[in-house]
């Protein structure tokens, strides 16, 4: 039974006689000169994955045989190569054999994962001559991992990370981890969560980590870690933590000199400050400037970066948190040193099933912003509801700024095209844990697949990257592969209906999962849900134009004028910036009342269009698994329906309206 494990990296023996004929012919070795690890373990997975399809054992070698046909890995001679160069690959055709041409070996790697996936799909070798290139340099994922073993927002298990056992044992899991994220191109991971333990920095940890940075190393992949802004007085008994004052900076001088002694490739710190409680160069009337500052000279001397996160907030009843990241952060463009980065999430509140892109892209030209994207479903069902979340990156990604002019989306901010970024990254929240299938729901490995390729090259189609997963992934028959893509595609629409409709945000207390759209008590008053909502008597919606809190001003004229008109603003985001009268007609010929009740209701209805098409399915996938998602479903259907007829019966006390006739019909369980 397939219990998930082996992730996309399945390798299935083929069973259609043509192609294992064809690929028996061309794979009879595999010549590698170069001995690195790195090239070592590309051969192995090419050996490893055409073996296992094939049913052959195929040697490795390190110099081409006479006769035969196989693959070469050919690690040009160039030095001084770019990261991106040394990540970048050539796949030809020659003399019968297929070469795989790269300037570093991690470029070897990613050809070698790149030739594999073409295998698995079981197209022709012809058709694998191709070339590419990484538009990120950094493609990291980011884990909120705690030093106990559990996960914030981890809805897979525990943490990957067995800190108990480490660094004397070494679960060779972490391979697994490491050759999922190398045949995606991941190349950097974050292994703590941002709301940092400063024992991660003690030489305790830093061994424990340095073992799964021994990993990692191997598959291209360089660790990182969240700090704790407040260390050198949690950790190091100073009495301050300012950035400004000499004994602090020294001390982060040391602290990194002894990352670095104990990881010598080190990738630099994440950093989480004066965000949520947690600790900050604003403690002490500094800038996050100032703080992010102190943390690059520290790393400069080892080419680490400062990865300073953009997610910022403040408790004010009055003012509009969508505004927030912009009105700290966009007054210091220019004001950080070279090797920081500023992380900002994709929307402007925190990873809701739809928001509008954060206006800070487009609003910082002088410092590299790097992407912040969600795979944990913290506001998506967990690992319980079937969202496939590539729609929700390429959204984001497609979205034009007009920062340039026409053309200016927030990729070409982020790949560093628009504004000559000399840093570029793209960080996904993982969703991985301990569960065998590693993200819980088998199907949210799509996101973590998704996640990659599109850090790679964030032109790719979300259905292109799901057709590809389906068939990696489940099974290579081309009307299966159809039918579960057809699920991936609408499931992000299907979730968005049943549960946060229109514009709606943020129906959430602690846990964000229940349904909880009343709720209006809460330590701070930007954490209930009416603040979100203001559902009253009039209408529904957060009026963010000029006669509310006027945070579309912090787009361009082009952006703005999209959103501000209520008549015209797309119906995704109407909620978001407007809000609407119950009896308002909308461009859809409902009112708000009626759009809302067809929203709430066909999403939860489009679930049993999900079973359907995933029972039709069952004879191509594993029993196992299919039995698995079944489950998962019937729990998502029941669920839209909690969610549906909560936010129904809590809107109707405002609207005063009744549910058209044509929705009360008897419930399908
Ligand atoms: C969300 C999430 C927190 C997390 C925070 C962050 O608010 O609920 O658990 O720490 O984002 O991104 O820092």
Redesign the pocket.
């Known amino acids: 039974a397939d219990d998930g494990y082996r992730l996309w990296l399945r390798y299935e023996r083929i069973t259609d006689p043509a192609v294992r004929t064809a690929y028996n012919k061309t794979f009879s070795f595999i010549a590698v000169s170069d001995t690195s690890d790195i090239s070592h373990n590309a051969a192995k997975e090419l050996q490893a994955g055409i073996g296992a399809m094939t049913g052959k054992h195929i040697p490795i070698v390190k110099t081409m045989p006479k006769s035969g046909r196989g693959i070469r890995l050919s690690l040009s001679g160039a030095t001084d190569v770019t990261a991106v160069k040394a990540d970048s690959y050539v796949i030809s055709l020659e003399g019968g054999n297929v070469v795989i041409k790269s300037a570093g070996n991690t470029g070897l790697l990613y050809g070698s994962f790149a030739l594999l996936r073409h295998l698995q799909q079981h197209l022709p070798i012809e058709k694998a001559v191709s070339q590419s290139k990484p538009k990120i340099q950094l493609r990291m994922l980011n884990h909120?991992d705690n030093p106990e073993g559990t996960i914030?927002?981890g809805y897979a298990g525990s943490s990957l990370w067995k800190w108990y056992e480490l660094p004397e044992t070494v679960d060779p899991r972490y391979t697994d981890y490491a050759r999922a994220n190398a045949s995606i191109g991941i190349n950097g991971t974050v292994v703590n969560n941002?709301?940092a333990s400063a024992r991660f920095l003690t030489a305790e940890y830093l061994h424990k980590v340095a073992a799964l940075a021994g990993v990692f190393r191997k598959y291209g992949i360089k660790t990182y870690l969240s700090i704790h802004f407040a260390a050198p007085k949690t950790l190091g008994g100073l009495k301050t933590s300012d950035p400004l004052d000499p004994e602090v900076r020294k001390w982060w001088m040391e602290k990194t000199k002894e990352v670095y002694s104990i990881i010598p490739d080190f990738g630099g710190f994440l950093v989480?400050a004066n965000?949520?409680g947690e600790p900050g160069p604003q403690d002490y009337g500094r800038t996050h400037a100032d703080g992010a500052n102190m943390l690059a000279e520290a790393l400069a001397p080892f080419n680490g970066v400062v990865i300073w996160r953009a997610?910022v907030y403040k408790a004010d009843p009055n003012a509009d948190r969508f505004k927030a990241a912009y009105d700290e952060f966009a007054s210091l463009d220019g004001k950080f040193a070279k090797n920081v980065i500023v992380q900002v999430k994709n929307g402007p509140i925190?990873f809701q099933p739809r928001e509008p892109f954060s206006p800070l892209f487009g609003n910082m030209p002088k410092t590299p912003l790097g992407m912040e994207f969600q795979l944990t479903q913290?506001y998506l069902g967990f690992a319980t509801h079937w969202v496939y979340e590539a729609p929700i990156f390429k959204e984001c990604l497609d979205a034009d700024t007009y920062v340039k002019g026409k053309g200016s989306t927030v990729a070409s901010i982020v790949d560093g095209s628009l504004h000559n970024y000399p840093l570029t990254c793209m960080a996904g929240v993982a969703n991985t844990g301990s569960d065998r299938s590693w993200t819980g729901h088998p199907m949210a490995q799509a996101n973590w697949y998704a996640f990659g390729r599109l850090a790679w090259d964030h032109t790719l189609s979300a259905q292109a990257i799901a057709r590809e997963w389906a068939q990696l992934t489940l099974t290579t028959q081309p009307k299966p592969v159809a039918a579960i893509t057809d699920i991936m595609l609408r499931s992000r629409d299907i979730y968005v209906d049943y549960n946060t409709p229109l514009g709606l945000s943020r129906p959430w207390t602690g846990a964000?999962y229940a349904p909880e759209p009343w709720q209006n008590r809460s330590s701070r008053p930007d954490w209930t849900a009416i603040y979100y909502h203001r559902a009253d008597s009039l209408g529904l919606g957060f009026d963010r134009t000029a006669t509310g809190s006027n945070a579309l001003q912090q787009y361009r004229p082009e952006v703005t004028r999209a959103w501000a008109n209520p008549e015209t603003c797309p119906l995704p985001y109407l909620l978001w910036f407007h809000h609407i009268s119950w009896s308002q007609k909308l461009s859809s010929g409902r009112t708000l009342w009626d759009e809302l009740c067809h929203r709430f209701y066909t999403g939860a209805e489009s679930v049993v269009w999900m079973q359907k098409q995933w029972a039709s399915v069952q004879s191509s996938i594993d029993p196992t698994l299919h039995a698995d998602v079944t489950g998962r479903l019937l729990k998502q259907h029941k669920e839209a329906i909690w969610w549906r007829d909560a936010w129904m019966l809590y809107l109707q006390t405002f609207s005063k309206q009744a549910i058209p006739a044509i929705y009360r019909r008897p419930e399908r369980t």
């Open positions: 909120w914030e927002r941002v709301n989480k965000s949520e997610f925190d913290e964000h």
